[in-house]
Structure formats: structure tokens, C-alpha cells
């Protein structure tokens, strides 16, 4: 059966309405933790590197970075899952909570080890990563619990994901029972399976296994597309799934329903790492089902979103205003402007290769001379440089009802334009210090009119390690000046 194509302009609506998805995530989550430094000699006591701490950064993974990405998505995300009684617990719980649109329901079990995943990385490169780890299944009671909890949370949301990572959440009893319930309640059940045994899923309605995975389930050969669409039938058949969905890393995905096949073309340009990519796509999947995208545009959303992420170096997520670029891109300068969100990802991707990141801020209207002097030199300071620049609202606050002269979306292209800003965000408080404080660039730079004591975020990026600078200010240059001189 040949399913039609949506345009893209379907596809572009399909994105803005996201934000009304609500969807349930049960499974295994893990705290990944990522742990930077330099590596400048070898230690005398065994011959291995000596990393020197700079920075640490905690976030969900697992299940937890399906979450991550249905909220990245705008989506709602009730999270049913268990943690232990330790640090690694606390800190997941702490992340978890403060993310806004979950609704977290993170048990704990007394004695459990929460999974924790440490990675100790080094101008861009994975030196080791350390796991520690309890793969037990969960007591009788707890389960019990958890199954009750989640079975209740379903009714109130429109897809449930079922995140399998084996770390003993999701015992084949407790999938069984959830898929009985979804089905009872008429709600859509998608897998993201672990294991060669999939008759523990029988009957969801999607599964999203790997090629490896799908290659292990069905006994099956998958070097070829033929081979991949004839496995995932044998699954279909096998375990009566609704659909399969097999995500190919760089070469895309293919969709398999017992009377449609398609394939969908890798999106990606360059692939910096693939971790994480499959929680990126059962997450965009689901997240588009809940708002009723139909399931052959939801999966290419969810090719399109996995092929945003694959380019970013982590466990990344993929934004709405990512997709869109990306259904309809953007061309020229004004793919540097960015949300700050966007801008602070886009640092952590430099820091993980080791670049040096800045950071400068102002309202930059009518761009003069003195202000390509100081971006110039802003640049020179570090690899990347971000600009964070007042909204029209807070210009306004700042320099009266007549500023700005230029609106903030024309300030915001002259600036992108220029070789030396590499991606301009704007806020709208009358500091940047909410912005700086989610960035966390290496140097915060301002010019030579202001003091180490009169920058705004100056105690805050010394904190994390980072630095002050005061670049030469090109004298006979002011928009307050060439205003006056307007005005005769």
C-alpha cells in the first residue's frame, strides 16, 4: 500500500502542535554525569592520563532523556520510574522535578543502586566511562505500586512510551500488564526494546528496535533494506506489534506495518555521535501520535528530529524550532540567531571539543564602528562567541520609550552577519545574568567603560571556572551620540 506524503507546509503545522501532546514514560532511568578537564601529562604511578577537573555537568538519561526530549518538544511527560536511596537517586530526582511539564512519580527503593553513567572527557574525546549499576528486578510490593501509579497516569495522558533499558524496572510481568491496560483504555503503547526475547512486548503497537536489536530478535539477516523489511514482518507476524520502526543510525529509519512500507533517508549532515538518538525518536514519535499526527508523518518527524541530534555530540535533544529549520531551513546569517536554550547546547557541544567559549551583551542598536571594534576583540578572546542582546521590551526599560530605533529582529540579522559573532540570543530581563547562568561560557567580555565590579555575571562565571575580560573601547562611537547629532 503506498501511504501519501505530506507537504511540508503539513508537516510545519504538524510541529506547531506539539505542545498539546501529553505522554506517559515508564522505565529505566539513569543519572549520566560528564566530567571535563584537560590532560597535560601522565601519571607517574601507571601510565595513564592525569585529567584535571574543570567542570562537571548531570543530566537524566535513560527513560529520564526520552523525558527530556518530549519537554524539549513542549510536550507534557508523566514519568513513572524507580530510583535508589542514594546520591545519584537525589540528584535525578532534583533534575527531574525541576523540568517544566513532568509530572514525575520517581519511586525509591531502599538499598537500590541508581544507575549512574560517568564519562571523563578531555578536549572533545571519551577518555573513560565508569557505570555502576543494579540490574535486579523489583520486590513484588513495588511493583505493585508502580503498575497502580503508571496505570493511573495513563488515563490521563494519550500515548504511553515503555523505555527498556534492562536495569529491572520493566520485568516481562509489569509490560504485560501495562500493555493490557493501554489497550483497555483504547491508548497507544510504544516500545523501545533491549534483549533478543521480544515476546515480552507482545502485542504493543510500535517497537523501535536498532538494526542490531532487530537482527537479534528476528534471527534474521538486515544488511539490505529487503532484509530489514522481511525481519520486522517476521515481528509483526511473530509478536502481532502494530508496527515496526528500525532506526539505521546515519542511513535513517524504515517504517514496517503489515500493509505499508517506507523508508526515510538519513537527515543528517555530519554524525558527532549517536548516543542517545533512539530516545530522540521514540520521544518525537510518541510526542506527534499524542496529538493525533498520523503515524507515517509522525515517524518522519521522528527520522527528522534523530538526525538533528546525531549531529550534536552527546545525549542531545532535538527543539521545535530545530525541526522547523530543518523541514524549511534557514539560509545565511540567520541561522546564528537562536534561543538561549539552543545557545547554551550549543556551548556544552563546544566545550565537549574543547573550544573556549565566549560571551558578551548589549542592546547594539544602530550597529556602529565601535561596536564591531569590541566584537572583534570579544572574538579573539576565545573559539566561539556568543552575543546575548536586549529585546525591544528591555531596551525600552533601559533607555526609554523612544529605543530602540531598530527592532529587535533587524538588530539581531545585522548582528549575525558579522564573521566574528557565532550565534546571537536575546533575552528579554534587564541582565543577561539568567542567560549567562544557562550558558556558562568560559570568558564573559565588556568594554573598558565598566569594571570587574560593574559587570553583571562576573562573580557567577568565576564560580564555574571562568573568566573576566574588558576589551578598548573605539573612542568617538556611541548610538546615543549619533541620535543627538539626528536630532540636530
Known sequence: MTVPEASLNELSNYVKQLSRASVLVVGDVMLDRYVYGDVTRISPEAPVPILTVSREVAMPGGAGNVVRNITALDGAAAFVSVVGDDQAGSDLTGLIGGQQGVEPWLLVQGGRTTTLKTRYIALGQHLIRADREETVELPAKLSERLVRIATDAMAATSVTVLSDYRKGVLSSEIVQRLIAAAKAMNRQVIVDPKGADYSRYHGADIVTPNRRELAEASGMPVATEADIVAAAHELLQRYQFGAVLVTRAEDGMTLVTPGAVRHYPGEAKDVFDVSGAGDTVVATLATALAVQVPLFEAARLANIAGGIVVGKVGTAIARPNELLAAITPVTGALRKIVTASAAAEAAERWHMRGYKVGFTNGCFDLLHPGHVHLLE?????????????????????????????????????????????????????????????LIKPDILIKGADYTRETVVGAAEVESWGGSVALAQLLPGHSTTATLARLRG
Open 377 to 437: 576583540q570579544c572574538r579573539a578572546m576565545c573559539d566561539r562567541l556568543i552575543v546575548g542582546m536586549n529585546s525591544d521590551a528591555s531596551v525600552k526599560r533601559l533607555k526609554g520609550p523612544a529605543r530602540p530605533v531598530q527592532p529587535e529582529a533587524a538588530r539581531a540579522a545585522v548582528l549575525a552577519s558579522l564573521a566574528s559573532v557565532d550565534l546571537v540570543c536575546m533575552f528579554e530581563d534587564d541582565t543577561p545574568l539568567n542567560t549567562l547562568s
